[in-house]
């Protein structure tokens, strides 16, 4: 057997097939013969692909700079004696562990979803004789049966079909059932246009067949994206990889600067413990111990305020690379779409009228020329509604406040557009109850239906393709009710207006005969029937996707509709959703899967940046537009519901299922799920995405001076051979409850005004630049000279003891963080213009942490256990005067490069 990317089943025929699978289709295999195959080819079903053993998978999450960093400080805290700073940065440190343990098993729930899909039992022919066996006892050869409802068991070749339907929406994005046949296919068709095929895991909608298969477990379409999904690279997040970035740089940097400090030391006579404990200290007091605490508090509110909006965040770092996206590939049907045919314009006695609302609600108006009709002064719209409604096998159920359809969604919307102008399907049945029904079959592209008229007699009702229809009619309904004369070519015009407005048509005929006639055949309808009119469907684009792609494309994220359904319709709906691309004649262009398959790898980056519709696409080219994508360095986040799109869902740097109609296999590939599946989530989720890495690149800018002063106090008094203006433990008080009170209190910061009129952040683009290195540096020199000089001056000219002068040393450090947390509510704006008391926590921050240096200072325990002495009013003078020459300075800064300007750049260059 081959495997099912290179088969050519759908290209042979019947013969050619029986004769490779070596099977009797009157009389199926016979069960020795299916023995002998399952100990070939095994179960039908996906095998599991043997997963890391759990400890593993634990230990892995501790395999990170940073996180080697904090386990260096666990120890050394621990070594100084400092147990409860110990345990709290161990504490961080497990905690993320265990948040990551539970991330690994996403691809195994993704590939456990697709084996239960497949799981069912099936009607086979074996011995000569119908038997229902489990599906996983298929093997190739196997003659299968299947009806209205079945799952398809695996991969089948159809040969025997009447008025088969499959629903291959979950694996193909085709939004209607596929009509099947049993005839060759061209070797290039595409998987949605394998019509003779059917596939593992879709749905019979309507109809019958038999088929046998060639292809089971791992070797069928599901199964080959089983694959897919266990090949697509596991791409890390944008923050996770500038955190990466920036603890790599710390390491060798605070490494460096205490081997350093410890070596000058111990060249200008120091003692080794004395300047290993100092060291040590350095380290310890350059680690920041609140980062990675930020990280995680930071991406859990944002988690909750996505929930509060109906998304549920299934990995903490995808909110933030949401809000990194540059571009976001959409899946059509269901997602930028209701999922539900509508009929939009009904063409009868020569009039076009236009049908309001949208989905299986049956609310709405129908007009002509804007004025809404009623229907009884329309008698040849009634009777193409009519005619809609009798030949028809669709039901409409309101369950728990929505509607839901059982049968073929374009029955469904005939039914609806009825109903919306008076005519209820039981009442137009009762009036008219059915004798006879010719089904639906691909090859004559019609379906008719037999009735009692409700005016005396008998009429034949034919629904289907124009092209089949129209050529069978004698003459046409008129506006009158009255038959006329038939216009085919004013017919023709107006159908080619409704396909180019991307509506699927319809014809609907009608035949009166007598009483006498009890039996419906093919020569029935073969000639002579009137022509009551068209009716244009689609499926509507979600009014709020409409606004949401709008506000997308305004942050500069584009969109792009990859769907399996078809070029016409994608084109469509794309130009009533407001997508932008290339464009020719003022339409946008489409690429077809076909044309897709003719573009080369090293081409693919380009026309995928400019196109913004891609039709009749499969799995594997989803997945390859995601890489191409991301081969020009793009953010992707792509959306979807259905199986075809689980590869690329995890492909993607974000994939986003819908958790209404997706599968359970596109969500567990998923990153993020709507729970109401709405694309309009999805623009929040942006805003909340970037609001999170502003956050977090605020508190990050806050606590590099915080760490880099204390490094650079102590490196100093080291390297200048002075005494440590402070000493180790108060340095480590300073770190802790400054990360404690003050930079945690940055990650409730509100969203900022101009947060959407800002373009996506460069991907390339580092998490400190030059501009904000440049103020750090600023405001740690400040720190640095303020410190020594109010070191000396309280030593030499104030006549203080050392203890005094290192407490107001501590105290200056504090007081110039607690001004530069206010400096960091905005990365480029003033203080003053997003009002001081918009944030809350802030403020109690800051008030908590001035009570805490309160203690620090005066209080008798404090003093004892970190060296302190109370200090003099001239002192706190003199540490308030050095902290607002560093809030001016930096506001100076931030007034130079931005002045007043807004939403040019989220962060100084």
Not at 836 to 849: E, I, K, S, Y
Request: aromatic share 6%.
């Amino acid at each position: 057997m081959k495997k099912n990317s290179e088969s050519t089943w759908h290209q042979l025929q019947v013969q050619e097939v029986v004769r490779l699978l070596d099977v009797d289709l009157q009389t199926g295999l016979p069960d020795d013969e299916v023995k002998r195959r399952q100990e070939k080819y095994g179960l039908n079903r996906i095998a599991a692909r043997r997963g890391v053993p759990a400890w593993v998978k634990f230990l892995k999450q501790f395999h990170a700079p940073l996180v080697y960093i904090l386990l260096v400080a666990v120890g050394v805290t621990a070594f100084l004696g400092e147990w409860v700073d110990s345990g709290v940065i161990f504490a961080v440190v497990l905690v993320n562990a265990i948040v990551g343990f539970f991330q690994e098993a996403k691809a195994e729930r993704a590939i456990e979803s697709l084996a239960r899909l497949v799981t069912s039992d099936t009607t086979v022919r074996r011995n000569g004789r119908k038997q229902r066996v489990r599906s996983e006892q298929l093997v190739p050869g196997d003659v299968v049966l299947l009806q209205s409802g079945d799952c398809v068991p695996a991969d089948v070749r159809l040969y025997q079909i009447k008025g088969l339907q499959i629903d291959e929406s979950a694996l193909t994005g085709e939004s209607v059932p596929v009509h099947k046949h049993g005839d060759p296919l061209a070797l290039d068709a595409v998987l949605a246009e394998r019509k003779n095929l059917s596939f593992a895991g879709t749905l019979v909608t309507a109809g019958q067949g038999e088929g046998v298969v060639w292809a089971t477990g791992d070797l069928t379409e599901m199964g080959h994206i089983a694959r897919l999904i266990s090949e697509a690279v596991d791409l890390s997040t944008p923050l996770t990889k500038k955190i990466a970035h920036l603890s790599k740089q710390l390491l060798w940097v605070i490494l460096a600067v205490a081997i350093a400090a410890f070596a000058i030391g111990i060249g200008r006579g120091g003692s080794a413990s004395e300047m290993f404990m100092a060291a040590v200290a350095l380290a310890v007091g350059a680690i920041p111990e609140g980062l990675p605490a930020a990280v995680t508090i930071v991406l859990a509110i944002g988690v909750a305020r996505m929930a509060k909006k109906r998304a549920i965040i299934r990995k903490l770092p995808a909110v933030e690379t949401l809000g990194s996206t540059t571009v976001i590939c959409s899946d059509k049907t269901g997602t930028l779409t209701e999922n539900q045919m509508t009929v939009r314009e009904v063409f009868a006695g020569g009039k076009l009228y236009e049908v309001a609302g949208s989905g299986y609600e049956p609310v709405g108006d129908i007009a002509l020329g804007g004025v809404r009709i009623n229907l009884p002064d329309h008698p040849a719209l009634s009777e193409c509604l009519r005619a809609g409604v009798l030949c028809n096998d669709a039901q409409i159920m309101r369950d728990e406040g929505s509607y839901k359809v059982n049968g073929d969604p374009t029955e469904a919307a005939l039914l609806v557009v009825a109903e919306k102008g008076g005519l209820l399907h039981g009442d137009t049945h009762r009036e008219s109850p059915r004798v006879d029904v010719i089904p639906f079959e691909s090859e004559h592209m019609f379906r008719a239906t037999l009735h009692d008229a409700h005016v005396g007699g008998r009429v034949i009702y034919k629904v289907g393709a124009v092209e089949r229809l129209l050529d069978r009619c004698a003459n046409a309904l008129g506006v009158d009710g009255k038959v006329t004369p038939l216009d085919q070519a004013c017919i023709h015009s107006t159908v080619e207006a409704m396909a180019s407005r991307g509506l699927r048509v319809l014809a609907l005929v009608r035949r009166q005969v007598d009483v006498g006639h009890a039996k419906l055949e093919h020569r029935h309808v073969a000639e002579g029937l009137t022509f009551l009119g068209l009716q244009g469907m689609i499926d509507p684009p979600r009014p709020e996707a409409v606004a949401s792609v709008r506000k997308c494309q305004e942050a500069g994220i584009a969109v792009k509709m990859i769907t399996g359904d078809h070029l016409v319709t994608a084109r469509t709906i794309a130009g009533k959703i407001g997508l932008k691309g290339r464009e020719d004649q003022g339409q946008l262009v489409a690429l077809s899967g076909r044309e897709l398959e003719k573009i080369s790898d090293a081409e693919l980056p380009d026309v995928a940046e400019h196109t913004a519709v891609f039709a009749r696409v499969a799995p594997e080219q989803k997945l390859r537009l995601v890489r191409a994508l991301q081969a020009r360095g793009h953010i992707v986040a792509m959306t979807g519901d259905g199986v075809n799109d689980a590869p690329a869902l995890k492909q993607a740097d974000i994939g986003i299922a819908m958790g209404i109609s997706g599968t359970d296999v596109a969500k567990g590939a998923a990153d993020m799920i709507l729970t109401n599946d709405n694309f309009s989530c999805i623009e929040a989720a942006v805003e909340e995405g970037r609001a999170v890495f502003d956050n977090l690149t605020k508190f990050i800018v806050w606590t590099l001076p915080t760490n880099a002063g204390a490094m650079a106090i102590l490196l100093v008094a080291i390297l200048l051979g002075t005494q440590l203006p402070a000493l180790p433990v108060q340095l480590l008080w300073v770190n802790m409850a400054t990360a404690m009170f003050l930079g945690l209190m940055l990650v409730f910061e509100a969203k900022e005004s101009d947060l959407m009129l800002r373009p996506p952040r460069d991907p390339g683009r580092p998490l400190l630049t030059f501009a904000l290195m440049m103020r750090t540096g600023l405001v740690c020199l400040i720190m640095l000279a303020g410190a020594f000089w109010l070191f000396f001056w309280e030593m030499n000219r104030a006549g203080e003891s050392i203890v005094e002068a290192r407490t107001a040393v501590i105290n200056v450090i504090v007081m110039v963080e607690i001004g530069y947390l206010f400096n960091c509510r905005s990365l480029n704006h003033s203080l003053f213009s997003i009002g001081l008391f918009t944030n809350r926590w802030v403020l109690g921050g800051a008030l908590a942490m001035l009570s805490a240096q309160l203690l620090f200072t005066y209080a008798p325990i404090m003093n004892t256990l970190f060296h302190t002495a109370p200090i003099s009013a001239e002192s706190w003078l003199r540490i308030l005067a050095v902290a607002a020459v560093s809030f001016a300075a930096v506001e100076f800064e931030k007034w130079l490069r931005f002045g007043g300007r807004r939403g040019a750049q989220a962060i100084p260059e």
